[in-house]
């Protein structure tokens, strides 16, 4: 089958492998309909990611059918339209049981980081009946990939750890596809004010169009500047950092109000300085969370009863042969408009 692998930091290629095998009991094989490319996953090209070894199969997002199941599977069969979370779970130890399946100690974030990925004709799944979601007949395959991760990860990570409010203000700095993601969820809960912050006017004009209240076309002391001045110079009760570099979380701190929140998302490569000097008195907090996909269930409710329309975050469509080109055109968002990119195998 053909598969996307990485061969270390900045180097990527479409390779021929073997259809995965079944490993364990739990395991199911899906045979891969869509899938997309992450942000996390330029992150792993960079050498921000350490667990992801060369030669793995990238990708920890996709919908599919499953076309092979273990003998322990019970929820599942052959031929069953899944949607695969980009968090595995085995649902029984010690963190699955408080919910928090991103530290599972058998799962957790290992698709196309510990262990081969969905950016491939085929996927193993381990811990299949909890960490596949069944496909409502006739939905919209496309919108359901959202669900695999940057939904999710913009709702808990974003808006459920930054406490938004009814008639609360929020910025969300990075108005890429997980910012765009926070914006969307953000809604959910009614905040007066959604701020969108980015350097790219193209993606503050989609971020116009889910339903920003402002926009914010700079970086640094000119974007802090202007958070101040559409607060009144208060700041904001939440600062949602959706980019994961050191300059973001830096505006993160410059904009959080007396009382608020700032919800990191972004991957952090490299180290990000805490101002506590000037943040000690201010009854803030700061939270990091690794997506659990507790909501998943939620969301699927969400988008099937069309409260929410994922596939708008949707741009650009490519074959999984053309895989390097798409990977080419989401990297260069600023000159091609890319969000989230639907690679076909
Ligand atoms: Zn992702
Ligand atoms: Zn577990």
């Not at 991103?102 to 960490?131: K, M």
Request: charged share 20%; proline share 6%.
């Amino acid at each position: 089958m053909q598969a996307l692998v990485f061969n270390g930091p900045g180097q990527k290629r479409l390779e021929d492998r073997p259809i995965p095998e079944l490993e364990a009991p739990g395991d199911a094989i899906v045979k891969v309909s869509r899938t997309t490319i992450c942000g996390t996953d330029l992150h792993i090209l960079k050498g921000d990611v350490p667990t992801c070894e060369p030669g793995r199969i990238l990708g920890h997002e996709g919908v599919g059918v499953v076309d092979k199941v273990g003998a322990g599977v019970t929820a599942f069969r052959r031929g069953d339209h899944v949607l695969i979370s980009c968090i595995t779970a085995c649902g029984r130890c010690e963190y699955c049981r408080r919910g928090m399946y991103s530290h599972c100690t058998t799962g957790g974030w290992i698709l196309g980081n510990r262990i081969d990925g969905t950016q491939a004709e085929y996927v193993r799944i381990p811990h299949a009946d909890t960490s596949l979601y069944p496909i409502p007949a006739g939905a919209d395959e496309e919108a359901q990939v959202m669900l695999s991760d940057i939904l999710p990860t913009g709702l808990e990570c974003g808006v459920l750890n930054g406490k938004v409010q009814p008639g609360a203000s929020v910025a969300i700095v990075g108005s890429g596809p997980i910012g765009l993601a926070a914006l969307l969820t953000a809604q959910f809960y009614a905040p007066a004010q959604v701020i969108m912050l980015d350097s790219d006017s193209n993606r503050l004009e989609v971020a116009r169009r889910f339903g920003a209240t402002a926009l914010v076309n700079a970086t640094g002391d000119d974007a802090v500047k202007a958070v101040l001045q559409l607060t009144s110079g208060r700041g904001v009760d939440t600062a949602i950092e959706a980019v994961g570099m050191p300059a973001s979380f830096a505006t993160c701190q410059d904009i959080v109000a007396p009382g608020g929140v700032i919800a990191n998302i972004g991957v952090h490569g490299t180290k990000a300085d805490l101002h506590l000097e000037r943040l000690w008195d201010r009854n803030i907090a700061i939270t990091t969370r690794l997506v659990d996909t507790v909501t998943t269930p939620m969301l699927l409710k969400t988008v099937q009863s069309g409260k929410l329309d994922p596939a708008k975050l949707i741009t650009h469509r490519f074959p999984l042969d053309r895989i390097v080109e798409a990977y080419a055109t989401f990297a260069r968002a600023a000159n091609t408009g890319a969000l989230k990119v639907v690679v076909t195998p």
